[in-house]
């Protein structure tokens, strides 16, 4: 399962590998205001309106809900201090929730005998669902990779280990309901966002354009010109795969 925002919507549209790992993904939830809008205005004609979904609230929801069926969690990602301070306030919040273990990957790519010791680490501690929060685009990639190796749930959730463990502070609800979150978060950290935004959203938005412009036909094909490859998802209209669109996913 994949969060994306418009920033992955971006990558994925001039990274092949990218866009292939999220239109092979079962799911694909829209993270971040600017996608909802873009659902909104892509998708008018389907009964079902697009709503964000928001990592941090989506992994505090199955952690309450999961604690009925003790569905196991695994968090992947971030430094140690992060971990262990996530760990900490979900414990805080959810005494009897099952954390099943914790890793913190070097920052780099890994051999391909640490990939086996680290999937042998999920699998003995028998994990239903496996928490990614590495970034854009590794998570999504590390996240399909797991899924094809072990019978596991693997969501990519971004920076949710951040905010819910307090490390990074979260744009205010008004902001995030806005579509200025990025606003927020650009001015926490400029220096590493803001190639991030300024091209990424500048694509995003070209991308949209072009699919406004030049609409997949009914059939789902494209008409000649239409070269737009911005939909990097496997999305669900009326029961059938459409092929070059923005996702319009459920939430």
Known sequence: MHLCNA??????????????????????LPDGQPVVWANRLLHRKTTLPATRVYGPDLLL???????????????LGSTPHVLEALRRELRQRFPDALITGTCSPPFRPLTSQETR???????????????????TPKQDRWAAELCTALPVVAVAVGAAFDFIAGTKPQAPHWMRRSG????????CEP????????FGNARFLWGVARQAIRPVNENGGRTPSAASRLNSSRLVEQGRDIPGRIPKVRP
């Open 7 to 28: 920033y992955t919507l971006a990558l994925a549209d001039r990274d092949p590998e990218l866009h292939g790992i999220l239109r092979a993904a079962p799911l694909n």
């Open 61 to 75: 929801d199955v952690f309450a809900l999961g604690r009925r069926s003790g569905l196991r969690h695994y968090l």
């Open 117 to 135: 010791k680290q999937q042998e680490a999920i699998r003995s501690a028998e994990a239903d669902i496996v928490w990614v929060g590495l970034g």
């Open 180 to 187: 200025l979150e990025w606003v927020f978060r650009l001015g």
């Open 191 to 198: 220096r590493r966002l803001w190639r991030r935004y300024l």
